[in-house]
């Protein structure tokens, strides 16, 4: 027992974890794995779309892309909730990227071709958090549905 609540206590204050929370390439990521895992189907077509609205939304190489979901997935997976995502990607992304993020979520959401109603609550829920109106996330729903995110896999 006492080894356990040492290693619980070392996760929480492991500096890694806390920066890892503040980097927005990695709170982007979570954000996403988090919309991709919604409907309880996390596909290998969703792990394509988030490592390419990745390496779109930060300028990275397929690698770079790579690492950044599975650090995405390893913080989504260690998160009690999704606040310290949002709170920097409010804080550190321009409004235009929140929007471009809105978008990149919707095109994961659409990417199985169905619209899941968990998908649909967390959607719901995020805009306000990332400081996305409705009215801009109607839109990037409709810009994602107009690539063809939903029918072809959802490349973006």
């Given at each position: 027992?006492?080894?356990?609540?040492?290693?619980?206590?070392?996760?929480?204050?492991?500096?890694?974890?806390?920066?890892?929370?503040?980097?927005?390439?990695?709170?982007?990521?979570?954000?996403?794995?988090?919309l991709?895992?919604?409907?309880?189907?996390?596909?290998?077509?969703?792990?394509?779309?988030?490592?390419?609205?990745?390496?779109?939304?930060?300028?990275?190489?397929?690698?770079?892309?790579?690492?950044?979901?599975?650090?995405?997935?390893?913080a989504?997976?260690?998160?009690?909730?999704?606040?310290?995502?949002?709170?920097?990607?409010?804080?550190?992304?321009?409004?235009?990227?929140?929007?471009a993020?809105?978008?990149?979520?919707?095109?994961?959401?659409?990417?199985?071709?169905t619209?899941?109603?968990?998908?649909?609550?967390?959607?719901?829920?995020?805009?306000?958090?990332?400081?996305?109106?409705?009215?801009?996330?109607?839109?990037?729903?409709?810009?994602?549905?107009?690539?063809?995110?939903?029918?072809?896999?959802?490349?973006?």
């Amino acid at each position: 027992m006492a080894r356990m609540l040492d290693a619980i206590r070392k996760f929480f204050a492991a500096p890694e974890a806390a920066a890892a929370a503040d980097d927005p390439v990695v709170a982007v990521a979570a954000l996403l794995v988090e919309l991709a895992r919604a409907d309880a189907d996390y596909t290998d077509a969703e792990r394509v779309v988030v490592e390419h609205l990745l390496a779109g939304l930060f300028d990275l190489d397929a690698a770079e892309a790579r690492r950044a979901r599975l650090d995405g997935e390893a913080a989504q997976a260690r998160a009690a909730d999704l606040v310290r995502f949002t709170r920097v990607v409010k804080t550190q992304l321009s409004e235009a990227d929140r929007v471009a993020l809105m978008e990149g979520l919707w095109s994961v959401a659409l990417s199985d071709g169905t619209r899941d109603p968990h998908e649909d609550a967390l959607l719901r829920k995020l805009a306000p958090l990332i400081a996305v109106t409705d009215r801009d996330s109607a839109e990037a729903r409709m810009r994602a549905l107009a690539r063809g995110a939903g029918t072809d896999g959802g490349a973006c």
